[in-house]
C-alpha cells in the first residue's frame, strides 16, 4: 500500500436488481401465482482503490452501471457480493431527488439532510444561512419542497452538499442543473472543493470537457464492469472512439 491513505477500496463487488413488471404483479395477484422476478446485474465484480484526495469520473453509456455504483459507495445500495470499505471517513451523496421529504419546507430539510449526512443540529444551525444565501431560493425556504420546480430543488440540493463539507464527495452529473448563472455559481464551488488535498471525490457525468477538467483518474463503465480506468485523455478519447 506504500504510503498514500486509502479513501476508498471496493473488493469484487456485484449488485443485482429484481424487477418485477408492474402488469405481472396486478395479474398475478389476481392469480395468486408466484410472478417471475427478473434479475439483472448493474454491477459485476467490480475492484478499484481510490487514495485520499483523488478525483475520479465515471463515464459509460446508460445502463452501463455508473449510477448504480455511486449509491452503493453512498450506502443506499447493499452489495450482493464484495465489499466498501470507505475508512471511517465522512461521505455524502449529490444526486438530484435523494433524501428529501416533499411535504418538509426548504429549511427544514436542510437540516434532516445534514444529519443524514452525520453532522449534529448544531453544525448544520452554524451553516443554515451560508446554505440558504447559496442556494438563492428566496421565500420558498419556507415552503414545502413539493411545491419546488427541478431547478430549485436541485440549488437546495447542491447547496447542502457544497457547504456541509464532506470528505469524500458523488456527484452525480448534477453541474447540468439550475440556470446559467447558478451553473457557473456551482461549478466554480465544485473546483474550489475539488482543489481541497485532502478530500476525495466521484463525478459521474456524460460531459467530457467536464471530467476533462476536474478528473485525475477516468473510470469507463460498461455493462456493470470496469472497461479501462487510468489517465482522463487516455480513458476519454477510447470512450470517444468506442461510441461512434
Request: charged share 30%.
Amino acid at each position: 500500500m506504500g504510503d498514500k491513505n486509502l479513501a476508498i477500496e471496493v473488493n469484487n463487488l456485484s449488485i443485482t436488481y429484481k424487477s418485477m413488471k408492474a402488469y405481472s404483479i396486478k395479474k398475478n395477484l389476481l392469480k395468486l401465482k408466484k410472478a417471475k422476478v427478473k434479475e439483472f446485474k448493474a454491477v459485476k465484480n467490480v475492484s478499484f482503490n481510490l487514495e485520499e484526495g483523488q478525483i475520479l469520473g465515471i463515464i459509460g453509456k446508460n445502463g452501463s452501471g455508473k449510477s448504480t455504483m455511486l449509491k452503493a459507495l453512498a450506502g443506499i445500495f447493499s452489495p450482493d457480493e464484495g465489499n466498501i470499505d470507505l475508512h471511517n471517513k465522512s461521505i455524502s451523496l449529490l444526486s438530484i431527488g435523494v433524501g428529501f421529504n416533499k411535504s418538509l419546507t426548504g429549511r427544514e430539510n436542510i437540516l434532516l439532510s445534514g444529519m443524514l449526512l452525520g453532522f449534529s443540529e448544531e453544525e448544520i444551525r452554524s451553516k443554515m444561512d451560508e446554505i440558504i444565501e447559496f442556494a438563492e431560493l428566496g421565500k420558498f425556504i419556507d415552503m414545502p419542497v413539493k411545491t419546488y420546480s427541478s431547478g430549485m430543488f436541485s440549488k437546495l440540493a447542491f447547496s447542502i452538499t457544497a457547504i456541509l463539507e464532506t470528505d469524500i464527495m458523488l456527484i452525480d452529473e448534477v453541474l447540468s442543473v439550475g440556470d446559467q448563472k447558478f451553473k457557473k455559481k456551482s461549478y466554480k464551488k465544485m473546483k474550489s472543493l475539488i482543489s481541497d488535498k485532502k478530500r476525495t471525490v466521484v463525478i459521474v457525468s456524460h460531459n467530457i470537457s467536464t471530467l476533462k477538467e476536474l478528473c485525475d483518474t477516468v473510470m469507463w463503465m460498461h455493462d456493470g464492469v470496469i472497461r479501462m480506468i487510468g489517465d482522463p485523455d487516455e480513458v476519454l478519447d477510447k470512450y470517444t472512439e468506442f461510441m461512434k
